[in-house]
């Protein structure tokens, strides 16, 4: 049995990143707080000895916590989203605010993102959140949710639809966001920094799976500078297509596709980068074009 200084210990190592999984699925700082304390609680009245990677099994309480909250407001019909100002990125200015609030927001994929997260079914919501923001693996999702890995992709799918270029109606304009997929590839393969700065929101997040990793890329790149020199001169042979109805790109050699890239694509600002090169991935997704 852990004494409780090591229990406190432990749990405040992992307090941040659990606080900025919390506040991303539920876009409240005070349920995110209530999530990470509720991990706390269960915590203690767990064997913590029994736990073979504490900080793994804390995550998945504070998802699982953030999922019933979830779930619980839609019944009540609340909404305490908290909105950042349209006009400013969650990356200004984060010394104005207080330290809980900058270790929340400074790992934030945007305003923009958070107001349409909002619109998503609950187990959609997390999903996404967990895969293309913390790049947990569907297999790892699928543990949480309690879904296969198969239905997790699904749900993770349909949901980057829905947030990528989604109309009023629920529909996507997939002509306007090729429009910006297209010029992203452009401006990559030209070197124009500047245009690949523009077509990125300022907290953009690339990431690759273990696949692509091991052909020599980094696991995650975050901020539109970063992102945009990762970019600057490659991408020569990325050929525009769409990627489960999503514009997209992909990488082939010998007409078999090697690379994906997914975009996630809000306001006309690419806000998510998603790099997949496992065979096993590739082969089901719907490639066309």
């Excluded at 990762?230 to 042979?237: C, E, Q, V």
Aim: one cysteine or more.
């Amino acid at each position: 049995m852990h004494d409780e200084a090591w229990l406190t210990e432990q749990f405040e190592g992992q307090r941040a990143r659990l606080r900025s999984v919390a506040y991303q699925v539920l876009g409240s700082s005070s349920d995110a707080e209530d999530a990470v304390q509720e991990a706390w609680l269960r915590l203690h009245r767990t064997d913590a000895s029994e736990i073979d990677n504490l900080g793994g099994w804390l995550r998945t309480v504070v998802c699982r916590v953030s999922l019933d909250m979830l779930r619980s407001r839609g019944r009540r019909r609340e909404d305490p989203l908290e909105v950042v100002p349209a006009s400013c990125s969650v990356l200004d200015d984060v010394k104005q605010l207080d330290p809980e609030r900058e270790a929340i927001l400074a790992d934030s994929m945007g305003s923009a993102l958070l107001l349409i997260l909002d619109s998503l079914q609950p187990v959609e919501r997390l999903s996404f959140v967990l895969h293309d923001m913390f790049a947990l693996s569907f297999d790892e999702i699928a543990e949480i949710v309690g879904r296969s890995p198969a239905a997790v992709r699904q749900l993770t799918s349909r949901a980057r639809r829905r947030i990528s270029g989604r109309e009023p109606d629920g529909s996507i304009d997939v002509a306007r966001q090729r429009r910006v997929v297209d010029a992203f590839l452009a401006a990559s393969r030209e070197g124009r920094f500047d245009d690949l700065i523009a077509l990125l929101d300022p907290a953009v997040v690339l990431r690759a799976d273990a696949a692509t990793v091991a052909f020599g890329a980094a696991p995650e790149v975050r901020t539109a500078a970063a992102v945009a020199e990762t970019f600057s001169g490659r991408a020569k042979a990325a050929r525009s297509t769409l990627i489960d109805g999503v514009p997209g790109a992909v990488w082939s050699v010998g007409g078999e596709p090697k690379v994906v890239f997914e975009f996630t694509v809000v306001n006309d600002r690419i806000v998510a980068i998603s790099m997949v090169s496992d065979g096993a991935a590739l082969a089901e997704l719907e490639i066309v074009g």
